[in-house]
T-cell receptor, first 110, second 108 residues
Framework: SQTIHQWPATLVQPVGSPLSLECTVE??????LYWYRQAAGRGLQLLFY??????ISSEVPQNLSASRPQDRQFILSSKKLLLSDSGFYLC?????????FGPGTRLTVT | EDQVTQSPEALRLQEGESSSLNCSYT??????LFWYRQDPGKGPEFLFT?????EEKEKERLKATLTKKESFLHITAPKPEDSATYLC?????????WGAGTKLIIKP
């Protein structure tokens, strides 16, 4: 069966510091991968998606970036965090259309 | 433009009081409609996929139905543990188009 991992679970970072969130998927090959952000009490905002290694599509202009160095690894990064980057970050994978989510990372920028 | 709208935004029920959540969609060429459950501080959990009008899926106290313009998530005799935010989504290219969700609160 497929499993998706995200870490860390929670993160508190000062403004201007770098960020690296990692997501890995087990039990499937060549998945589509997604990064979402969810503000408190709000809906899901798609940030990036990837259909293959090195292929990244950005949905929202911002100071975040994503990379897919391996088939089942997806990384979300920032060089300098802003207060507005605080939120709940979710990674998801799909084989066809339905997506399956990881446990999420709660990021607080102080 | 493809769009998904959920109603109501929030629903408070007494334990045992049945009701329905609505998901309306406008999309060219439906390739499925998905229901998810999200608990606070957790990622959405996949519940159902519906592909064609008239289709129904059931899981415990939940039953999802689909028409050509909307889907309903019926909850029968809910329990406090059914409290969560319920999300629906439809495919749009490689992405999913998400509704804003319905926050369901079941009071004992």
């Amino acid at each position: 069966s497929q499993t998706i991992h995200q870490w860390p679970a929670t993160l508190v970072q000062p403004v201007g510091s770098p960020l690296s969130l990692e997501c890995t998927v087990e039990g499937t090959s060549n998945p589509n991968l997604y990064w979402y952000r969810q503000a408190a009490g709000r809906g899901l905002q798609l940030l990036f998606y990837s259909v293959g290694i090195g292929q990244i599509s950005s949905e929202v202009p911002q100071n975040l970036s994503a990379s897919r160095p391996q088939d089942r690894q997806f990384i979300l990064s920032s060089k300098k965090l802003l207060l507005s980057d605080s939120g709940f970050y979710l990674c998801a994978w799909s084989a066809t259309y339905e997506q399956y989510f990881g446990p999420g990372t709660r990021l607080t920028v102080t | 433009e493809d769009q998904v709208t959920q109603s109501p935004e929030a629903l408070r029920l007494q334990e045992g009081e049945s009701s329905s959540l609505n998901c309306s969609y406008t999309v060219s060429g439906l390739r499925g409609l998905f229901w998810y459950r999200q608990d606070p501080g957790k990622g959405p959990e996949f519940l159902f996929t519906l592909y064609s009008a008239g289709e129904e899926k059931e899981k415990e106290r939940l039953k999802a139905t689909l028409t050509k313009k909307e889907s309903f998530l019926h909850i029968t005799a809910p329990k406090p543990e059914d409290s969560a935010t319920y999300l629906c989504a439809v495919p749009g290219g490689y992405q999913l188009i998400w509704g804003a969700g319905t926050k369901l609160i079941i009071k004992p």
